[in-house]
């Protein structure tokens, strides 16, 4: 074990693939200079600007270019920025990437991993704070990645790159910093669709993703200190999404609220309340609740930006409510 | 070659009459000579990407005529098992990455496959065609400028045809055209009669000299006339009356013919290579029309490994 932030455990991850497999890259723009958040720091370094390359300000072929990459038996990592800069490559993940495997019938595989950083991270206003991780979940073809921690950012990292699907891995701008232990194995790898029980409890479920999975857990401790024991799963990824845990941990406690800093409506939060709707809703004890951003873009002044967050509190009293 | 991909759509055009092939298909009638002048001076190994009218393409770089009807049928035996149709049809056994429905957006998948032949240091190259409506697409600056600054090993080809789907692409592209705006990005240009097999072929043997010789990227702009409307169903009302019939004397095919008898070559000679053409084309339709459908389970099958629609699709 070591103590590394969740962007440094990030850049391990990549080092340790990097190492290991020839054929592994990256490419973004100004990697050269540890990327923008320094995600990348050392790394080209390391192996070179042939392996860790910059990328000119061009989305749509930073991501089409790692796709005929990907099918020409290289594995790329490509960073995007801000997960609303790939918004510029959609075409290349959603028609190219997702697609190129079934439309062949099986002659390509795009083992492709494209870095989205996502989030409100403070006044970063409505271009940069996005949180879109929805839109792939909807894309068949497509893995979708939202690590919480640390070490979950280096093994599924890791994960991501051996895998041979697509997978859309957005990190939360507002964790970079985040500090805990992570594993030094280097065949450390988390699965995507197995959730994580992040505290136990028996009176609600509260499930989360991303940075929000600290903001549930946040108010789960407060919960507790009324009497509320509240059990709060990060589901790590949402595509595949760990429905059984999810399923087991509301049969149990009859209560589900789903929180994410999306949007609401259609968020992902929507999937999981109807499934749970669907499969338990004779059985619960209330109807289940969801938590997301209002419909309004991010603003950059502050309480503007703030008004769009879902707070420790909010969820407080949402699950307060429930138990009424 | 030539007379093959031509036999090939002109009985897929047929199977569209019979209501057999299903989807659209983008007939590159009249444009034979330009995959045909490139892809020979290609090998298997090298890589090929594609446009959505890219049947002579794919029949150029090798695959078999067989399972391209098969294909343009949706029928088990097809080189994507029926799943992708004439517009996504792919033969990676032959270097073949993939027709696209998405005009231009091969253009930077090819620099990537490039990216990869450059990073792997084989000793390989790729084509990529489009078409002159591509052109006003930001894949085409971005895939061209991407080639041109990592040095990579692809020729670009611009096929035009002189229309952008059903429209005049002069009418909405500003500038001195493909080649000006590839040498603009630096990427050297070669403009060719796209009808000329032989002049194709020389320009390809030139450029491609080029870019196996390590100088990076190549720029071919062939001007050709898409004898067929947009897509098989397109009887093209927009073209100006007598367009087509000036063209004529213009056909690729006809000019090739014509070549060959001035060189000594006997018509009988020429004609037996039509007639090849077609018979082999005529046993691939029937081929195709006796094979089946692929099973309904097929939709599950290689969509993804993890989080698979075989294991739960909701």
Not at chain 1, 282 to 299: E, I, M, S
Not at chain 2, 35 to 54: E, I, Q, Y
């Amino acid at each position: 074990m070591a103590r590394l932030s969740y962007l440094d455990a990030g850049r391990a991850a990549l080092a340790e693939e990097l190492a290991r497999d020839p054929l592994v890259w990256a490419i973004g723009e100004d990697l050269g200079r540890g990327g923008v958040f320094g995600q990348y720091r050392g790394l080209t370094e390391t192996f070179g600007p042939d392996r860790v390359s910059d990328a000119p300000i061009s989305e749509a072929a930073i991501l089409g270019a790692a796709v005929g990459a990907a099918m020409t038996g290289t594995r790329p990592v490509v960073e995007m920025r801000f997960s609303d800069f790939a918004l510029c490559a959609v075409d290349e993940l959603v028609n190219q990437a997702a697609k190129a495997r079934f439309m062949f019938g099986g002659q390509a595989r795009v083992p492709l991993v494209v870095r989205e950083p996502i989030g409100m991270w403070r006044s970063s206003a409505a271009q940069h704070s996005q949180s879109l991780e929805s839109w792939y979940a909807h894309i068949p073809g497509l893995v979708v990645a939202c690590p919480a921690t640390p070490a979950d950012n280096k093994g599924m990292l890791k994960a991501a790159i051996r895998c041979d699907d697509p997978v859309v891995y957005m990190e939360h701008k507002n964790l970079w910093g985040l500090e805990d232990e992570v594993p030094d194995d280097p065949d450390y790898l988390v699965p995507f669709g197995e959730a994580r029980i992040v505290r136990g409890g028996g009176d609600a479920t509260i499930v989360s993703w991303s940075a929000q999975v600290h903001v549930a857990a946040a108010a789960a401790e407060a919960l507790a200190g009324q009497g509320i024991e509240a059990e709060v799963i990060d589901l790590r990824s949402i595509w595949p999404w760990d429905k059984e845990r999810v399923l087991a941990s509301v049969a149990r406690t009859g209560r589900l609220l789903v929180t994410h800093e999306a949007v609401a409506v259609a968020g992902f939060g929507a999937e999981i309340a109807a499934t749970v709707a669907e499969r338990l809703g004779r059985d619960l004890k209330t109807p289940v609740r969801r938590l997301g951003a209002p419909r309004a873009p991010v603003g950059y002044a502050p309480p503007v930006e703030d008004a769009v967050r879902v707070s420790r509190d909010a969820i407080v009293a949402a699950v307060t409510e429930m138990m009424r | 070659m030539m007379h093959r991909i031509r036999a090939l759509e002109e009985v897929a055009l047929r199977g569209l009459a019979d209501k057999v092939v299903l989807g659209a298909i983008h007939p590159s009638i009249g444009q034979e000579a330009v995959p045909v002048g490139v892809m020979g001076h290609m090998s298997a190994d090298d890589l090929l990407l594609s446009t959505h009218r890219g049947h002579g393409h794919t029949l150029a770089k090798g695959a078999s005529a067989t399972a391209m009807m098969h294909e343009l049928l949706g029928r088990v035996g097809g080189n994507c098992g029926g799943k992708g149709g004439s517009m996504h049809i792919a033969d990676f056994e032959v270097g073949m990455l993939g027709a696209n429905g998405v005009v231009g957006a091969n253009i930077v998948i090819a620099a990537g496959a490039a990216h990869a032949i450059k990073l792997r240091r084989e000793n390989r190259m790729v084509a990529c065609f489009f078409g002159d409506g591509a052109i006003n697409r930001g894949p085409f600056l971005e895939g061209l400028n991407w080639a041109a600054v990592f040095r990579l090993p692809v020729l670009f080809v611009c096929e035009d045809n002189g229309y952008s789907a059903t429209t005049r692409t002069a009418t909405m592209t500003a500038g001195a055209g493909p080649a000006a705006r590839a040498r603009a990005i630096g990427v050297p240009a070669v403009e060719v009669d796209g009808n000329d097999v032989l002049a194709v072929d020389a320009a390809a043997a030139e450029l491609i000299g080029a870019i196996r010789a390590g100088d990076g990227p190549r720029f071919l702009h062939a001007r050709t006339y898409r004898i067929t409307g947009h897509t098989g169903a397109d009887p093209a009302t927009y073209r100006p009356a007598g367009e087509v019939e000036a063209q004529a004397h213009n056909d690729p095919i006809g000019r090739a013919r014509d070549t060959l008898l001035a060189a000594g070559v006997a018509a009988a000679e020429v004609d037996a290579v039509r007639a090849a053409a077609l018979a082999e084309m005529e046993a691939a339709y029937g081929s195709a029309r006796a094979a089946p459908y692929p099973p309904a389970d097929q939709a599950f099958v290689d969509v993804q490994d993890i989080g698979s629609p075989a294991v739960e699709a909701y």
